[in-house]
């Protein structure tokens, strides 16, 4: 079952954002933003952009009729900076144009005057000022300082990550439209309808019921535009306010990548303690997370590094300690993953640590300390686990000890290429740790015609979430897909909903779906029951648009019943709601089941490293992964696939880069570099996780998104292992990327020294 | 006034020659398949086909719309998919393999896949998987990881393996219906809109535009009303030919025209290995060799390439220089306003010549650090040599003292050894964001080593 945009998208007649028609009458906006990251705001200087050609308005904050506010979590973050800039590219003023080119010509034209202030990009100073976004957070299971007194082997260190940038193709971007009654209309290339629509409603005083966000599909959003479309669409809001006319802003990609946040970098300390059969039985960590200039996201991500600090394994003793630290960077924000892979990698790296001190493979301890069903992770929640299991497939399919025989012969045989593999298992919490979001609506339609339209919170964004959804209904009702439509994301029709994010909309969204289809079924069911005098309602099915009786074709058709329903007044319409259930958490206790379920698998990866030129190609990524009942193969692998490719991007070739003046230098397609047809592994080998046990989500189907980036972080370890192959003297410091140039210069590490020295 | 076919319609139109292909179909002709991703040639999202009339038959190139003035579609046949779909909802070859391997996701990128693909199959190109892929190198995913792409890109080769070969490849095409019918009369089209608007001479060199592929990143905005010579358009500047012991190159030669050119060719015989390094597909296909050395970056591919070669450069007015001697400093060139390039010039004979590049990603990147190097060998010692560096001084670095001290000297450990030393001496790079300035010292050595490892299958041993 291919992706139903699938058709429009290669004739290039789907519409996005930029696609909208344009009203007549429609301005063009584009934001002055801070060149400077901290310091206060003394004077902006509007009087050249107002004369510049085609201007209409230039809006500071002071022109807001409502709050200068757009923080979703924390009101922290204002909308147009007013007293201060807290970082570079913090929107200052929006013109108003009637071109984009007048506007943006005319934006150039604005002067600002900002006393400077101290500048700081990096989280252990910020915490060394006490600058932390929310009080620390902490997990606590056993008795970590107890344990480490015994342990035989006791390895500490540190690990950064660094950010990534999400690089959707489509830029971020609005267009809004005045309706009667001061309403507004806004499109927004949003995963987050409400939150645009919350946002909207504050910073211009008009209540949510006159505002409408419509969301047709997203050029992709990765979690970039879970919060951070808000503040295109308020500005755009702003300006159809006080204009009276239609505002559209697309973002250039320069203004997007300056202006929004990213992954966040994270700087750890860790701390891991084993005993003589490598078990780990005490690990300690402290994270440092570079949250940006203001909340956003930034305090659920910290929670779920710590929800995944752990990554698959049993750990009986641990200490985890998460500070969101505030820097002058543009607010990061959600990502894939959601803060769990970063919270991976130091676990990655503690094992790597223990492992190489003790000569010894990771596998090794990463496959001894494996989580069992019924162990509890740090968070007091029990494993229901397959960590063992996938590993068990894994090495079965693929097998891990061959593999790396291989690579050693290789390696053996060859001084200046060198080959690594690393064996990867991940497991990944599904719901929204925040537990009142896990929540969702469907409204379902059925026309006269015996058409279904289909409205729910989802958003598609390439991720196929609107393509299982059809599914849901086109399976309940036992019609070919090509009669369901799910429509546009609209806060008219549906209110009130979560972001998409967190891999949970079609579990949600599609549940919610299966039972407003169920409703208008059992309904039709009784109907076409009287209709053809059936013994019991019971006995009446449906298949391919007939009704059957006592699974008897009968001559009566889904069109008639459906219209004779209509006729007689029975209800073809149903709006149904659906809630997780049994997902509860307790920050005082720091405890709970947060967790609907999670999601595991195990990668081995290998990559060959070219020695004399430090640059690397990934050969292969083998995984069993456990993606339940998939309800769509060709969805789930191009998740998958998708996923795996964008997380060793992360930790190989995507480096974003800012100077000490808090500058992103890696402000461009040109100087920020994701994957391309040739970086890619050579081959990706996916092979679904056997298994009886049910699955709570759709059609005994598990959440498929975010789970396989994480598999990128064995890229980075089989990379590690490559080098240390070259030069076995070198003990790369766990810093992510590992861009070639750490490469080449953990290679050649005495002449990197040299090199430095100024030799 | 600019006058093209875009898709099936003639167009005139009086915009500024500046004004972009991608601006230009999106916003004046409402044709919205064509995506904005990042305007500046990197993700490919507005690739489109340009038809040019050569001889008797049209060329089809996939470019970016985005760097594209109009003024270089002038006289040229501009495809988007609106110009490829087929009535009826129904899809091309190119379309359904992307469907039926799944290669599409959020969508977005999808159309600058399926027009690079279908430039792939109406070009002279040998119809394989690898050439395949080749044709989408410049076009960026976020979403599927590319290997159902790869797949359709192998799907849509496979098909055409068959029946297609280098000179029927737009008939089977219009055949199978990757392009429309109308494709057939466009040969004819173009030779009367050329007919009808002779090729004018250059009046105002001033400010001379090639393949625009810098120009329109650098200085978009000022780019559209730029009082601007366009030369990508003129065939007298594109020709590459023997001339006695010479090899002269027209300034306006894309890479793409170097690449497959069959005497370059033969003097170099891993030209395809070392291209696929510079740019993507539809940035050679639109990048000219002059703009590359105007340009001055210090990194530019093609320059450190042609200052091994110890290449000239005649300007209009017939003067000749070494390259070499065209950077004075930091985008600082030793030409007059007058001065435009015309002839690159270099000896065809290269015995040995080896282009090395490294950068964060192998392609569709620029370079951190870049070199080239040509020898001429008798029985180990070293005749003649030229050797160039990018990424590490402030103008693209010929090699100077380096190369004086290889002259003469046997092919050994101990000479690469010390030449490299020579060469840390002539070197001053900068920490930025393509590496820090340590490792652009340490990566240029590694580099220079690779040259005599490639070249003479040298042992790295050290």
């Known amino acids: ?759 | 006034m600019v006058e093209f076919i875009l898709n099936n319609q003639t167009i005139q139109t009086d915009l500024p020659a500046g004004t972009t292909v991608l601006d230009f179909v999106r916003y004046d002709e409402n044709l919205k398949g064509t995506k904005i991703g990042c305007r500046e040639g990197d993700c490919g999202a507005c690739t489109v086909l340009v038809g040019e009339l050569n001889e008797d038959s049209v060329k089809y190139r996939s470019m970016t719309s985005c760097l594209m003035p109009i003024a270089n579609a002038h006289c040229k046949h501009i495809v988007t998919v609106e110009g490829i779909n087929k009535p009826n909802n129904e899809l091309t070859e190119v379309q359904q393999a992307i469907v039926d391997a799944g290669g599409t996701q959020c969508g977005f990128c999808t159309v600058g896949f399926v027009m690079s693909l279908t430039g792939f199959c109406i070009d002279e190109t040998e119809k394989s998987g690898e050439m395949a892929i080749s044709s989408i190198d410049g076009n960026i995913c976020r979403c599927t990881g590319y290997k159902s792409i790869e797949r359709a890109a192998e799907l849509v080769s496979s098909q055409l393996s068959v029946v297609s070969s280098q000179n029927n490849s737009l008939e089977i095409a219009v055949e199978k219906g990757i392009v429309p019918e109308y494709f057939s009369g466009i040969k004819n089209r173009l030779a009367e809109l050329s007919q009808k608007n002779p090729k004018s001479k250059i009046q105002n060199p001033k400010f001379v535009v090639g393949g625009g592929t810098d120009l329109y990143v650098q200085r978009h905005d000022e780019m559209v009303y730029a009082p601007a010579e366009n030369l990508f358009d003129n065939s007298d500047l594109r020709g590459i030919e023997e001339n006695g012991e010479f090899i002269e190159i027209g300034a306006s030669a894309t890479v793409t025209d170097l690449l497959v050119s069959p005497v370059m060719q033969s003097i170099f015989p891993n030209l395809y290995k070392h291209l696929k390094l510079v740019s993507s597909t539809p940035i050679r296909n639109m990048a000219t060799l002059a703009g590359n050395f105007v340009n001055a970056s210090p990194i530019g591919d093609m320059t450190v390439w042609f200052l091994a070669l110890d290449a000239t450069i005649v300007f209009n007015n017939e003067r000749e220089i070494h390259l070499s001697e065209l950077y004075l400093g930091y985008k600082t060139l030793a030409k007059t306003d007058d001065e435009f390039i015309k002839t690159i010039r270099f000896r065809k004979k290269v015995q040995h010549f080896n282009f090395e590049k490294v950068s964060k990603r192998t392609c569709l990147d620029i370079s951190s650090v870049n070199s080239a190097i040509s020898l001429k060998t008798e029985n180990n010692k070293i005749l003649e040599v030229h050797a160039a560096a990018g990424g590490v001084a402030p103008i693209p670095l010929y090699l100077k003292k380096t190369s004086a001290f290889l002259r003469g000297k046997e092919i050994s450990d101990s000479t690469i050894l010390q030449a490299n030393e020579i060469l840390q001496t002539e070197i001053s790079p900068i920490s930025d964001v393509r590496g820090s300035a340590e490792y652009k010292r340490l990566l240029l050595r590694q580099l220079f080593t690779a040259h005599f490892v490639e070249l003479f299958g040298f042992s790295t041993e050290r």
């Open chain 1, 1 to 759: 079952m291919k992706n139903v945009d699938s058709k429009s998208h290669v004739r290039g007649e789907s519409v996005y954002l930029d696609d909208i028609p344009l009203i007549n009458g429609t301005l063009f906006a584009c934001v002055y933003d801070s060149p400077v990251a901290h310091g206060v705001l003394k004077k902006v200087e509007i009087e050249e952009a107002e004369k510049s050609k085609g201007v209409v308005k230039v809006i500071l904050a002071k022109d807001l009729i409502g709050e200068n506010e757009i923080g979703n979590i924390f009101h922290d973050e204002p909308l147009f900076a007013d007293d201060e800039v807290h970082f570079q590219g913090m929107p200052i003023a929006l013109v108003l144009a009637e071109t984009e080119e007048q506007a943006r010509i005319a934006a150039r034209k604005t002067t600002v005057e900002i006393e400077p202030l101290e500048i700081v990009t990096n989280p252990r100073i910020a915490f060394a000022k006490n600058d932390l976004i929310v009080p620390p957070k902490h997990f606590k299971l056993g008795d970590s300082e107890t344990a480490f007194k015994t342990s035989k082997y006791v390895f500490a260190g540190r690990a950064d990550v660094n950010g990534q940038e999400h690089l959707y193709i489509e830029t971020q971007g609005a267009y809004c439209i005045p309706t009667e009654q001061n309403g507004i209309k806004v499109y927004s290339s949003t995963q987050g309808p409400t939150a645009v629509q919350r946002c909207v409603s504050r910073v211009t005083g008009v209540p949510m019921h006159l505002i409408e966000v419509d969301v047709q599909r997203l050029g992709g959003g990765f979690g970039g535009k879970e919060d951070q479309a808000n503040a295109w669409a308020a500005m755009c809001a702003v300006g159809t306010q006080l204009t009276k006319r239609p505002v559209k802003y697309a973002l250039h990609r320069m203004e997007d990548m300056r202006m929004t946040g990213k992954r966040h970098p994270y700087s750890a300390d860790y701390r891991i303690g084993l005993d003589k059969d490598l078990k780990i039985v005490a690990y300690e960590v402290v994270f440092y997370q570079n949250a940006g200039a203001s909340a956003d996201l930034s305090p659920p991500v910290l929670e779920r590094t710590l929800f995944h600090c752990t990554n698959s394994y049993f750990i009986p003793n641990v200490t985890a300690t998460a500070y969101s630290c505030r820097t002058n960077l543009p607010p990061n924000t959600a990502f894939r993953g959601f803060g769990g892979p970063q919270g991976m990698f130091v676990i990655e790296s503690a094992i790597a640590h223990a492992a190489e001190k003790l000569r010894v493979s990771a596998s090794e301890i990463q496959q001894k300390n494996l989580i069992e069903s019924g162990d509890k992770f740090p968070y007091g929640q029990k494993a229901i686990s397959e960590a063992i299991t996938s590993w068990a497939q894994a090495d079965e399919k693929f097998d891990f000890a061959k593999l790396q025989e291989e690579t050693d012969d290789f390696n053996k045989q060859n001084k200046f290429i060198k080959k690594g593999v690393a064996v990867q298992p991940i497991c990944f919490g599904i719901s929204f740790t925040k537990t009142p979001m896990n929540q969702a609506r469907s409204l379902v339609h059925i026309y006269t015609d015996g058409s279904v339209a289909v409205s729910t919170g989802a958003v598609e964004m390439g991720q196929g979430v609107n393509t299982k959804i059809a599914q849901v209904a086109a399976r309940v009702f036992s019609l070919p897909i090509e009669r369901i439509k799910v429509h546009t994301t609209n806060t008219l029709r549906i209110a009130n909903t979560s972001p998409t994010a967190a891999s949970a909309a079609a579990d949600l969204n599609g549940r919610a779906t299966l039972i407003a289809c169920e409703t208008i079924l059992e309904r039709l069911r009784k109907l076409a029951a009287e209709l053809l005098k059936a013994e019991n309602v019971s006995d009446i099915s449906f298949l391919d648009g007939f009704i059957f009786n006592k699974n008897q074709p009968t001559d009566l058709d889904w069109v008639t019943l459906v219209n004779e329903a209509h006729l007689q007044r029975v209800n073809l319409s149903e709006h149904a709601h659906y809630a997780t259930a049994g997902i509860h958490f307790d920050w005082g206790k720091a405890s709970g089941h947060p967790f609907a379920y999670h999601v595991y698998g195990t990668a081995i990866i290998g990559v060959t490293v070219d020695c004399l030129r430090g640059i690397y190609e990934t050969d292969f990524v083998k995984t069993v992964h456990d993606f339940g009942s998939s309800m769509n193969k060709i969805v789930d692998y191009g998740q998958i696939e998708g996923g795996i490719v964008q997380g060793i991007g992360w930790l190989t070739m995507e480096e974003v880069v800012y100077d000490a003046d808090g500058k992103l230098r890696s402000n461009a397609l040109s100087t920020y570099k994701i994957p391309d047809i040739y970086s890619v592994p050579k081959q990706i080998e996916i092979v679904p996780l056997e298994t009886d046990r049910e699955n709570p989500a759709i059609f005994n189907s598990k959440a498929v998104g975010e789970p396989p980036l994480m598999y990128g972080i064995g890229a980075y370890f089989a990379i590690r292992n490559a080098v240390r192959a070259f030069n076995s003297e070198q003990s790369p410091a766990f810093v992510a990327p590992f861009t070639p140039e750490r490469v080449l210069m953990n290679l050649y590490s005495e002449a990197a020294r040299e090199m430095k020295a100024g030799k």
